[in-house]
């Protein structure tokens, strides 16, 4: 069972004009936060972020208990995989066996698409150690990057609410889970709350995709692979 943490709630933003403040709210610059968030991952905490896509959890993806507190926050299943979030294209280089062009990672990334391939010998065994294979992102959201980058390692990363529940875009969409954080930070609603989440494809055969997640990018991503690279749909098992 998690312990309660004395979670800091920082704004990244202006907050909307309405909805509830926590009282522990604060103010803060961007260097601040930033600081505070890498921090609160360094020393093995888990946090919630902003994203260009839905509100995520994250921690160091090479700090296994870490990783174990994000399950058990959730209360997800220990089958079901985690993303890694890097903050640079070159950084997919150090953790995935990339088989596409760099030009094609490129049309995607920064961006609301996670890509799976196969994940190399540097990463964490304890990270999803169920797949030889590992999603990473690298959202369209200067915090998220600049964050990974601070960090200089992966994080792990997935949707910040009780798992079989509803995607959020507002951090007060998951206030039951701030107790067990150690920084919330508000970047305000986000987009267009579709709660899609990211288009999630799997690269991981040469020459092939495969949709795992329609996500919120899917006809723009399908139409990169296929006509720009020319990438055939893999059915997988199906």
Not at 153 to 161: D, G, Y
Not at 175 to 201: F, H, M, N, Y
Not at 206 to 213: C, D, E, W
């Amino acid at each position: 069972m998690c312990k309660e943490l004395k979670t800091k709630v920082l704004r990244l933003s202006p907050p909307p004009s309405n909805g509830p403040s926590a009282q522990n709210e604060d103010r803060t610059d961007g260097a601040e936060l930033l600081s505070c968030t890498v921090r609160a991952l360094k020393e093995g905490h888990v946090v919630a972020v902003p994203t260009d896509t839905i509100y995520g959890l994250a921690c160091l993806a090479q700090n296994s208990e870490a990783i174990r507190t994000v399950y058990d926050i959730k209360g997800r299943n220990g089958q079901k995989p985690l993303a890694i979030c890097v903050g640079e294209i070159q950084d997919i280089y150090k953790y995935c066996k990339v088989q596409v062009k760099k030009e094609l990672l490129g049309d995607v990334l920064p961006g609301p698409v996670t890509l799976v391939f196969e994940r190399s010998e540097i990463l964490n065994t304890d990270l999803n150690p169920f797949t030889p294979l590992v999603g990473v992102r690298i959202p369209d959201h200067a915090f998220m990057r600049r964050l990974c980058q601070m960090c200089g390692e992966p994080l792990a990363l997935t949707s910040a609410n009780i798992s079989t529940h509803s995607s959020t875009v507002a951090v007060q969409e998951f206030q039951e889970l701030w107790p067990k954080l150690a920084v919330v930070v508000d970047g305000g609603p986000i987009g267009d709350q579709s709660r899609l989440g990211s288009t999630v494809v799997d690269l991981s055969v040469l020459g092939k995709y495969r949709v795992i997640r329609p996500g919120c990018a899917f006809t723009s991503t399908v139409d990169v692979l296929e006509r720009k690279y020319g990438l055939s749909e893999d059915p997988g098992d199906e």
